[in-house]
């Protein structure tokens, strides 16, 4: 069944006024809309498409509360379901270890990554250890603070709060403070 923002939105009103029948019935509608949606973007993950639209049901189920009934209900929908996709890339997220990059980086005329990243390692040979770690984790190399958290058995507070007070303490340092 083919259905309009209008029907949609009163479908998902419905529901939340506690129409089984109206929110079983947006469900159903949604998942081709959402096969569609993660079909044109991940071509060439399909196998991942089926799981992406079952989490973004989940998460419209569970985060229903916070639709907004006066505003377009598929402009919500599709960007729970994009947060979703975001969140499918970052777990894919593919790391692959180069050894000797700074040789490489001088040999291709890049001595100024060499430089900054000796900058940066010095920088942080200046603070705590766990400071430094926190830090470079999650502002070099790009891990999520969860993610860096994890890593280390610490909870994602922890990190942040070590994450704040290192980079207070080098622009402290730097007298950008």
Request: hydrophobic share 45%; net charge neutral.
């Amino acid at each position: 069944m083919r259905a309009s923002e209008d029907q949609l939105r009163a479908m998902m009103i419905g529901g939340l006024a506690g129409d089984a029948r109206a929110y079983r019935d947006l469900l159903d509608i949604l998942a081709p809309l959402l096969r569609a949606f993660f079909g044109r973007r991940l071509r060439d993950a399909a196998e991942d498409v089926e799981d992406l639209v079952q989490e973004t049901l989940i998460a419209i189920h569970t985060r229903r509360a916070t639709y907004d009934t006066s505003r377009p209900f598929t402009a919500w929908a599709y960007a729970v379901a994009r947060y979703k996709m975001v969140d499918h890339f970052r777990r894919r997220r593919v790391t692959v270890p180069i050894e000797g990059l700074e040789d490489i980086l001088v040999a291709e005329g890049f001595e100024e990554a060499v430089s900054a990243r000796m900058d940066i390692d010095s920088l942080l040979n200046t603070l705590p250890p766990k400071q430094a770690r926190a830090i470079r984790e999650t502002k070099v190399d790009g891990l999520s603070v969860a993610e860096a958290a994890d890593r280390h058995a610490m909870s994602d507070s922890d990190v942040k709060i070590s994450v704040h007070r290192g980079l207070k303490s080098l622009a402290a340092r730097l007298g950008l403070s």
